[in-house]
């Protein structure tokens, strides 16, 4: 079996944990945020073409320096056979395994949650459910509108709210002064969480690599702009678990 894999990075740090994992960044991916910092995951591509068996083989040799394999990319999620064989391969290694997905593909990530292939999901939250998802995600198509496209995601929230007992939930959210800035809009993400089991993470967001160019004119925003987000998101919901990363 063959999939879109651009690069493995082996016994690499993670922000989200002190342990070592193996990094697998997959091809591909439904969204075209402006301010993508992975461009070049964006399509596949035919060089990025891979045999599963020989990541299989790396994986084994990581198998004892490693904590887990975190899987991400571009959308690792449209690549649904390819999940489901390098994870189930990973639980055979008693492996930790993450995934981190934008959530639009909520049937993949209920196969791989039903079959106790996650430890933890990452997802991308990266708007509200507001005319401003389209204006971030660029993701409609002329065979998917915005209005399913969110719909895919409410069923994904809906999905992590079942599974959140057994495993780790993070959401992250990227802070983008023109795009997504106003206190309103995080308040409205923040009622779409806030009965699930989870972590929300909030960051600034960076010009150094993006996919628009016109991005790298956009300052960051200060640290004082996003406590001021987090002080007031706490004020409206107290045991909200947000920080900033």
């Not at 040799?61 to 056979?81: D, H, M, N, S």
């Not at 995601?153 to 802070?175: A, G």
């Not at 997504?180 to 967001?205: G, N, P, V, Y």
Request: charge should be positive; hydrophobic fraction near 40%.
């Amino acid at each position: 079996m063959q999939a879109f894999i651009s690069e493995i990075v082996p016994a690499g740090s993670v922000d989200f944990s002190k342990d070592l994992f193996m990094k697998i960044y997959f091809s591909g991916c439904d969204f075209k945020c402006s301010y993508c910092n992975t461009p070049d995951l964006l399509e596949t591509k035919f060089d990025h073409v891979v045999e599963l068996k020989d990541i299989k083989k790396e994986i084994e040799r990581q198998a004892g320096t490693v904590k887990g394999v975190l899987i991400t990319g571009g959308e690792p999620c449209f690549q649904r056979q390819a999940l489901l064989n390098l994870l189930t391969h990973c639980k055979s290694l008693k492996l930790d395994t993450i995934i981190h997905t934008n959530g639009s593909k909520p049937d993949v990530l209920k196969s791989l949650l039903k079959n106790e292939l996650l430890t933890q999901v990452i997802m991308d939250f990266k708007s509200p459910f507001t005319k401003t998802f389209e204006k971030i995600t660029k993701s409609q198509t002329f065979f998917k509108p915005t209005n399913d496209i969110m719909k895919d995601l409410l069923e994904t929230l809906k999905l992590l709210r079942q599974y959140d007992e057994k495993t780790k939930i993070l959401f992250r959210t990227t802070v983008v002064p023109g795009l997504l800035f106003r206190k309103e809009d995080f308040l409205e993400m923040a009622k779409e969480i806030e009965s699930i089991l989870c972590s929300w993470e909030l960051k600034a967001f960076s010009n150094s690599v993006v996919l628009d160019k016109q991005m790298r004119n956009i300052t960051r925003p200060t640290q004082t702009f996003l406590e001021n987000i987090i002080t007031y998101l706490k004020k409206e919901i107290p045991n909200l678990n947000v920080k900033i990363v």
